[in-house]
């Protein structure tokens, strides 16, 4: 099924058959970035939040975050999908070390865990991740907005947040030293 | 094509068919666990290493490592994997976070990458977990042997790992702070 | 001045005139332990918190702490602040790697920065360690109350915790992924 | 003592007799950077390793270091330490968090324990840091060396580290997934 699209300059993509069919079958392999304006210390000062219009219309808000794609490296992913969804003068800092800061496990059924998306059973490395130029969002993100730590952790923000990522945040601002008190 | 093994008890396994499908077409998430003895204060003393029978009957060495099945946490594949490779008694102590130690990328083809698995495009978090009960390998793994660090980083053992795994070994003993001067 | 104290079998005690001296002189540090509660999967159960008697004579929230000695290993100090702290039968299994899951700086000055300290300038290295025997809180600590987490991040705790301590509980159930939603 | 500096513009430096007399009290606290030189993936390519004239005229090897001074937090004194040792114009990246990627503990005795300082008992929160600039050292190093990771860890360039610190490189290095196979 996935012939048809030979020969594939991209051959990490696949048909929408056959996503659904291996969502149904293995956990998918994330990256998720939390894009964030650090002072010249290091220090975080803003987080970036990204405004989703959602299939169904509403307006959801989301992180950077992309699948790894069939033999592609965790560093091209996490690069490839900044750019998807910052634009290409975002500048971003890649870490030193791929390790993630958290892993967030995304489990298709609400209420049985605090994350989930309804596609997929998805596990997510998580990198805090500065960026020193200008964003634009594109794809399907509407809007970048860049809030202070003690905004981003805000209930009503939170809520927001697809998937339950409002304790994605958190959790990444707690590696970064700058949960607020 | 899943079908067939409906109703299944185990529905994160997949056939053979299925599986070497899937494996085309994303990475596949494993878990690997370095097993480990310590002493009274957390140092490491002894790194558990497996010894394999490959299919083609030479015999290799390596750790406890099994696919996150689809719908499965972590924690579960974590403990699913260890109880598997090291028996029912072995005690181990799972780690308070599920933030990896490091992150392993295994890729098909050899030489490319410090790391490869013929099989497929995996990816694997990595934990060092200390054991304190007595372990009785099953499955297909002959024996375990206990290598102190020293041992562990032989470059005789090294070239005996599994998929270039010896680099796991050392990155996971630097974490431990166990790496030997 | 701590020739009086010779021969010393503790050679990294100081008299109370030159700890004083110390504290003005350069940052002192600290190890300091969040004691949990584990289910067999490593998940976090419980947080344990001791209530003290402040010299003032009020009741504060505080956290296995104590300084490193000269001479003394950060291991040896983890396991010593632990005994001392919750008796001789807690258990505590300390962490495999040495790196602390935060560092927690606290400055003289209360409000300049979230944790605070009167005596010094401290540098405390945080780690999560599980105890699974009995606490038997010993020196100045009155009670080892266990919390789970929802009630150890309720304001009206984080408010009573010494220091801004608060903070430091919550980025260590962060690490941990125990965060309540 | 430290009476006669008064009034101190930096109050955090010490006597060279107060600075004795702590170091005989106190475990005391540096904080260390690895300089890095990163690709565009944040991949590790090179390490920067110090020159420097010991006072017994003989040349070792070294990181970036220096001590954590009395009210000083350690983002301030990573920053001030990798300008003194790098130059105005090295540009380095600071981590957005502050935990390390590991703890180096150099005890008095050589021999006793893999890292050592004749001065003192020295404790060390040890930072990949990425430079982009122009790196032209100064205070007492002759000369920075940008080394492959192969070339960092050879048993030549470790034997010339000072105190030890051919081990902190490979546990950077392990930590940045860098370790040469």
Chains 1, 2, 3, 4 share one sequence.
Not at 3 to 20: E, H, I, K, M
Not at 155 to 160: G, L, Q
Request: net charge negative; hydrophobic share 40%; aromatic share 4%.
């Amino acid at each position: 099924m996935s012939n048809v699209r030979t020969p594939d300059p991209n051959p990490g993509w696949l048909s929408d058959f056959a996503l659904d069919e291996t969502r149904s079958r293995v956990p998918i392999l994330y990256v998720e970035a939390v894009p964030v304006r650090i002072d010249s210390h290091g220090q975080v000062e803003h987080v970036g939040v990204l405004l989703r219009a959602s299939p169904a219309g509403t307006m959801t808000r989301s992180l950077v975050s992309g699948r790894v794609l069939h033999g592609e490296s965790l560093r091209d992913a996490l690069l490839r999908n900044l750019e998807k969804d910052l634009g290409p003068t975002a500048f971003p800092q890649l870490p030193v070390s791929i390790t993630p800061c958290t892993v967030a496990e995304y489990f298709p059924l609400p209420g049985v865990t605090p994350l989930h998306d309804p596609r997929q059973h998805a596990v997510s490395l998580v990198y805090v991740v500065p960026v020193t130029g200008d964003c634009a969002p594109r794809h399907d993100a509407l809007e970048l907005t860049w809030l202070t730590p003690e905004e981003a952790v805000h209930p009503r923000v939170a809520d927001e947040m697809e998937g339950g990522r409002g304790l994605v945040v958190r959790q990444a601002l707690a590696h970064a030293g700058a949960l607020p008190r």
